[in-house]
């Protein structure tokens, strides 16, 4: 059973910087069927997708994100990684991380989500 | 891309059918049969429930059903459920590799 773990600090000043890890277990993060991914949700509001990564390093990012959005992998340690730039009140969420099927681009394991607020 | 849109809430009786609609355009959902719909119910991280417009996942209820025609999709849940209470999102592929989801639905079992 695929198992995803978010972590990171659960408060942030604006205008620093957010950094997330995913750590995947019970799966290999290198498994060439899946993207990892990252969807947010402010409180009490909807789901945002935020991007993916492919075990390679390849990216596909939120166009409305992407100036401010870096994700990485690090196969060796079956972890994936965000980090967003410059953040606002507005940046305050759920962060979920998931995994994402290729074939059919469909979210079929998540994380619980961790809430990160930013505030000064 | 804005996102998908959805009615806000929508409320049965156990034993009732609803209804979600989840309405795109002709770029993402009218184009594309890759519709997933996740089940998340309060503190919980979403679970999907149909993929592929009307596929289900393995252990989930075939009370769960997809559909789409034109630019809308909508899932139906048969045979309510106090269960079943829960947020509705629906996503879709947008090309370009992007993906979208809907604002939510709260379906209430009266």
């Known amino acids: 059973q695929v198992q995803l773990q978010e972590s990171g600090p659960g408060l942030v000043k604006p205008s620093q910087t957010l950094s997330l890890t995913c750590t995947v277990s019970?799966?290999?993060?290198?498994?060439?069927?899946?993207?990892w991914s990252w969807i947010r949700q402010p409180p009490g509001k909807g789901l945002e997708w935020i991007g993916y990564?492919?075990?390679?390093?390849?990216?596909h990012y939120n166009p409305s994100r992407r100036s401010r959005l870096t994700l990485s992998v690090d196969t060796s340690k079956n972890q994936m990684f965000l980090k967003l730039s410059s953040v606002t009140a507005a940046d305050t969420a759920v962060y979920y991380c998931a995994r994402l099927t290729v074939a059919t681009m469909k979210f079929d394991y998540w994380g619980q989500g961790t809430l990160v607020t930013v505030s000064s | 891309q804005s996102a998908l849109t959805q009615p806000a809430s929508v409320s049965g009786s156990p034993g009732q059918s609803i209804t979600i609609s989840c309405t795109g355009t002709s770029s993402n959902i009218g184009r594309y049969n890759i519709v997933s719909w996740y089940q998340q119910h309060p503190g919980k991280a979403p679970k999907l429930v149909i993929y592929?417009?009307?596929e289900r996942p393995s252990g989930i209820s075939n009370r769960f059903s997809g559909s789409k025609s034109g630019n809308t999709a909508s899932l139906t849940i048969s045979g309510l459920q106090t269960e079943d209470e829960a947020d509705y999102y629906c996503?879709?592929?947008?090309?370009?590799?992007?993906?979208?989801f809907g604002g939510g639905t709260k379906l209430t079992v009266l």
């Open positions: 019970g799966g290999s993060i290198s498994n060439s069927d899946y993207y």
């Open positions: 990564i492919y075990y390679s390093g390849s990216t």
């Open positions: 996503c879709s592929y947008a090309g370009n590799s992007d993906l979208i």
């Open positions: 592929d417009v009307s």
